[in-house]
């Protein structure tokens, strides 16, 4: 029988040395070395207990897409563990710019001109920055976040050269019903011609064709931590 014990019960260690067996397999295949991949452990939903084992066992960078779930895990955590990096992977309000600032090492999701503004207003603010990914909507769907493949060019410019923003890179989720290779490939290109060496793409069901691609950050979930746990409404 399923129960909600042993739903929960992965053997996180287990699963994080699995994945990082195929992410090295997926590299070696591609002609890459292992440690140009990057596993950013996807801890959305899951438990301070559940993130702990993974620390335990050695993992050192996750990502979340929530602030407020974010400050409720995330400050205990990084207390004992200071060397671990946090990346925001989820869709970022401009009202909650200043939090993601203070707690984010990473944030993966800029997609628009208003929080590119935002973002560099609160780096000034605070001193201190966190590397920004562009996340672009390849799959130009009206009801996804991101930079139109068409714009992403004067977008990055726009952020890097006028606004002095920390661009390491780019993201992007394709849609869930098309092939995504021919995504991977067309964030790739785009990394490339801007001379952006950061590439964010590929998730449980597809990260080993993101690594062929040439990822240079998976975000892998559920085949680390198992099911998602219900989102409880109105965490925000
Ligand atoms: C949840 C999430 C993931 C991880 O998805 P899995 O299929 O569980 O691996 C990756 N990227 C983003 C942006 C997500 O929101």
């Known amino acids: ?29 591609a002609g890459r070395a292992p440690d140009t991949v990057a596993l950013v452990a ?5 438990g301070a207990d559940s993130i702990a084992d993974a620390i335990t066992a050695g993992h050192r960078l996750f990502g979340e897409n929530r602030v407020q779930e974010s400050e409720d895990k995330w400050p205990a955590l990084l207390e004992r563990a200071p060397d671990v990096r946090v990346h925001l992977v989820g869709p970022l309000q401009s009202n909650k710019v200043k939090r993601a600032v203070q707690l984010f090492h990473g944030i993966q999701t800029l997609d628009r001109p208003k929080l590119a503004r935002a973002l560099a207003h609160e780096f000034d603010a605070q001193g201190r920055q966190s590397e920004c990914f562009i996340q672009i909507n390849t799959g130009e769907e009206p009801q996804k976040a991101g930079i139109l493949p068409s714009e992403a060019d004067g977008f990055i410019a726009e952020c890097r050269d006028k606004m002095g923003l920390p661009i390491a890179g780019l993201m992007c989720i394709p849609p869930a019903d098309e092939e995504a290779g021919l995504h991977f490939g067309l964030l790739a290109e785009m990394a490339g011609r801007n001379g952006l060496h950061r590439i964010s793409m590929g998730m449980s069901g597809d990260f080993e064709t993101a690594v062929r ?8 979930g559920t085949a680390i931590f198992g099911q998602r746990r219900p989102v409880r409404l109105g965490l925000e």
């Open 1 to 29: 029988m399923v129960t909600a014990e042993n739903l929960y019960s992965a053997d996180i260690r287990q699963n994080l040395h699995a994945v990082k067996a195929r992410i090295d397999e997926a590299a070696r295949v």
């Open 42 to 46: 996807i801890s959305k939903t899951h």
């Open 213 to 220: 691609f040439g990822a240079t950050h998976v975000r892998v």
